[in-house]
C-alpha cells in the first residue's frame, strides 16, 4: 500500500495520456473521433482541424448521496505516424463539483474504462468508414 507521501505526489504528478495507433490518415480519423464520441453520447465541446483536436464532455451526473455532481472530459488528438496510419492520444479528466468543503475539483485519469471503450467505437467508426468507402467504389 503507497504510503500518504506517495498517494499526495502522486495526485500532482501529470498524467500521461493514453495512446493508440489506428489505419487512416489524421483527417479521416479526426473525423471518426468526433462521431465515436456522438455515439458514446458525449457533447462536442472543441474541434479544432488545423491542430486536429476534439474536446469532448459526457453528461453531468448527479449523486444526492454524495452530495455533488462529476462529469469527464476528454481530450482527443490526433497525429500522422506514417502516409496510412494516425496515431491517437486521449487525455482524461475528471471534474467534480460538492457542496461540502473544497466545493469544485479536476483530476486527471490515468486508469478509465473509458479509454478502452471509447478506443474500441473509434475503430469501429473507422471499419465503418472503410467499409463504406470500398462499396462508394464498387
Not at 7 to 28: C, H, L, M, W
Not at 42 to 47: A, D, E, F
Not at 100 to 108: D, W
Request: aromatic share 8%.
Amino acid at each position: 500500500m503507497p504510503s500518504m507521501k506517495e498517494r499526495v505526489q502522486d495526485r500532482f504528478a501529470a498524467v500521461n495520456p493514453k495512446v493508440s495507433v489506428y489505419e487512416g490518415d489524421p483527417r479521416t480519423v479526426y473525423v471518426a473521433a468526433q462521431v465515436a464520441f456522438k455515439r458514446l453520447d458525449y457533447n462536442l465541446l472543441r474541434t479544432n482541424l488545423g491542430n486536429l483536436r476534439v474536446e469532448a464532455a459526457s453528461r453531468i451526473n448527479s449523486s444526492v448521496a454524495f452530495r455533488d455532481s462529476r462529469q469527464l472530459v476528454a481530450l482527443v488528438e490526433i497525429r500522422a505516424v506514417s502516409p496510412t496510419q494516425s496515431e491517437v492520444t486521449m487525455h482524461l479528466k475528471q471534474l467534480v463539483e460538492g457542496e461540502g468543503p473544497g466545493g469544485a475539483s479536476e483530476q486527471g485519469l490515468r486508469e478509465h474504462g473509458f479509454f478502452d471503450t471509447y478506443f474500441s467505437v473509434l475503430q469501429q467508426v473507422l471499419a465503418e468508414q472503410s467499409t463504406e468507402a470500398a462499396a462508394k467504389k464498387n
